[in-house]
């Protein structure tokens, strides 16, 4: 077979019903494949997306995303939630860099079907978020938890001991539509971001170099526009949130 990093089932398949002996069975070829010779270091069909699309709302300019994404995987928000039918197995990055109400954050990540997987893209204060992987058929933390957790992480004032200030912020922004105070944002420094997020493109496809860069796509990033640190995140679930009651409530009929 041509030398790539992700293959599916039905292209070893098809490959050994071409190519292969009736007297080996095909799960007896990937098992020596995968635990033998190692050839094949992993054998999954849930990262063969159909398609991968950027989810935009206009922060991000066009030339800046048309560096990662063809113009046809663009998407503006609004055209996203009016449609009715939403592509299954997909990858969504959707760009909620200047969300001022965090139930807009809801909003989408309800539209999703419960077979695709999506990462935001926030900005919260001077920090740039990707968030992390997140599909609605896995009991894990959503994308809320993460905007809660990520919230109260840098508005809080430990040395004087103001721990509400998320809250005021967000009460700021529901009742009169601003949004929190962030750094201001240059080309350049979407550039970066962009080259970050590829990152966790490459993981999913299984090309690049991933591997040697720690990119989790199970954990969420914080990268400080100033001086472009970088904080890898697990996300808790948040008490705001419904996600943990939906744990309780699934865990005893799936493997969270």
Not at 52 to 58: A, L
Not at 59 to 87: A, G, H, R
Not at 167 to 191: H, Q, T
Not at 238 to 245: A, I, M, N, R, V
Request: aromatic share 10%.
């Amino acid at each position: 077979m041509k030398t790539q990093n992700l293959i599916s089932h039905g292209d070893i398949g098809k490959f050994w019903g071409e190519n292969g002996t009736p007297d080996i069975e095909l799960s007896d070829v990937i098992e020596y494949l995968t635990e033998e010779v190692q050839v094949l270091l992993k054998v999954e069909s849930d990262f063969d997306f159909k398609k991968i699309y950027h989810i935009t709302n206009g922060f991000i300019k066009e030339d800046v995303l048309l560096k990662l994404f063809p113009l046809d995987q663009i998407i503006n928000i609004d055209i996203f939630l009016e449609s009715e039918k939403i592509e299954d197995n997909a990858l969504y990055i959707v760009d909620m860099m200047e969300v001022r109400d965090p139930l807009q954050i809801s909003v989408v990540q309800e539209k999703m079907s419960k077979d695709s997987t999506v990462i935001f893209l926030l900005m919260v204060g001077d920090n740039f978020v990707i968030s992390q992987a997140y599909s609605r058929s896995n009991l894990t933390p959503c994308v809320l938890c993460l905007y809660d957790y990520v919230m109260d992480k840098i508005f809080t004032d430990r040395k004087n001991k103001i721990r509400s200030m998320s809250e005021v912020i967000n009460y700021i922004n529901e009742n009169f539509g601003m949004k929190a105070p962030g750094a201001p944002v240059s080309e350049l420094d979407l550039f970066y971001l962009m080259r970050e997020l590829e990152q966790y493109l490459l993981t999913f496809s299984g090309n690049g170099r991933s591997a040697f860069t720690g990119c989790d796509i199970s954990m969420s990033k914080i990268i400080n526009i100033n001086t472009l640190e970088k904080t890898l995140l697990c996300i808790p679930f948040s008490p705001k949130c419904d996600c943990l009651h939906q744990y309780h409530q699934h865990k005893g009929y799936r493997n969270a």
